[in-house]
């Protein structure tokens, strides 16, 4: 059986990995790939996993019930700040915005997939069925 690991340790493992991925894009190859601003977006990024993750462990945790209410206003959330930092990177005038904007999204689209593994994960667990048993579930319904 899995053990459920803290969200808050499951995004700093992220974290981390993107930043060792970051740091061989720095200082392993002759070029950086990524925009300059990548570690301010690593920040951001982490900080915004937080939140939303805060966000939606309450909707867990207080009431179960309404729980999509909350996944969908982290979501909402997520959307805003990512279309705010976008808009002002753009309009403050950052150098190369299609590689910022590019970089941005990478590190965006790591995240949202880590979200959503963790997101299956713990839903599962607390299903209370096996994954045998949620893949016959799966097939039925096809």
Known sequence: MIKKIPDLVQISLIAVLLGVLLAIDDFVLPSPLLHEYKWYLLLFFAVQSILTTFITSQGLTKDPEYFQ?????????????????????????????????????????CFVSFEIYSLLHNLRANSGKSPEEEQQAQNLNF
């Open 69 to 109: 209410g909350f996944f969908f206003s982290a979501m909402l959330v997520r959307m805003f700040l990512s279309i705010g930092v976008i808009f002002f990177a753009v309009y403050q005038g950052v150098i190369s915005p299609f590689l910022f904007v590019g970089t941005f999204f990478i590190l965006y689209f």
